[in-house]
Each structure stands twice: as structure tokens, then as C-alpha cells.
């Protein structure tokens, strides 16, 4: 084999390699949408967990922009759940 040759073998092995890693990842995209979905008020609820398995195939990049999501979407169901309770108190003293 030619030089041109090996280097175009490479090429397209390197665009393949892409190609299965983007794959590999798309049941994890669909996961996360439906976890970004959930607008409940309950700070447990099991969409709020970190998902280990999910990380193992992002890159760093998608990995911090993961737990920054997680980070936010569990803060916004803290106040929910804090405001919920608090309701609950003011309609217990009536």
C-alpha cells in the first residue's frame, strides 16, 4: 500500500470510530431529555439522581454541562418542594 492510501485507511477509520461514539450516545441524549422533562416539585425524585452510567460516555465537556444542568434542575425542585411545605404551614395555622 501506498502512503496515500494508509493515510486515507486511517481517515476512515477515525471518521468511523466518530461515527459509533455518536451512537453510543444518543440513548443517552434521549435519557437526559426525559430527565430534563420532569417539572415535578419532589427534590427525590429518581430523574435528580446522577446517572454514573450516562457520564461514563459523555466527554468532559458534556459531563459539565450534565452536572450543571443536574445542579440546577435539583435546586429549582428544592425551592418547589420548600415552597410546597411552606404552603402546607400557612394553610395548617387558618
Known amino acids: 500500500m501506498n ?10 477509520k477515525m ?3 466518530r461515527i459509533v461514539k455518536w451512537f453510543q450516545y ?3 441524549r434521549i435519557k437526559l ?3 430534563k422533562q ?9 430523574s ?3 446517572d454514573v452510567c450516562s457520564m ?8 459539565a454541562e450534565y452536572m450543571k444542568d443536574l445542579v440546577w434542575r435539583r ?3 428544592h425551592y418547589k418542594d420548600i415552597e410546597v411545605q411552606d404552603n402546607l404551614m400557612e394553610n395548617k395555622k387558618c
Do not use: T
Open 38 to 46: 420532569y417539572d415535578g416539585d419532589d427534590e427525590f425524585h429518581h
Open 56 to 63: 461514563i460516555k459523555m466527554n468532559e465537556n458534556q459531563q
Open 15 to 17: 471518521e468511523r470510530w
Open 3 to 12: 502512503i496515500k492510501l494508509k493515510y486515507q485507511h486511517f481517515i476512515w
Open 26 to 28: 444518543i440513548p443517552v
Open 75 to 77: 435546586n429549582q425542585a
Open 48 to 50: 435528580l439522581n446522577m
Open 33 to 35: 431529555h426525559k430527565d
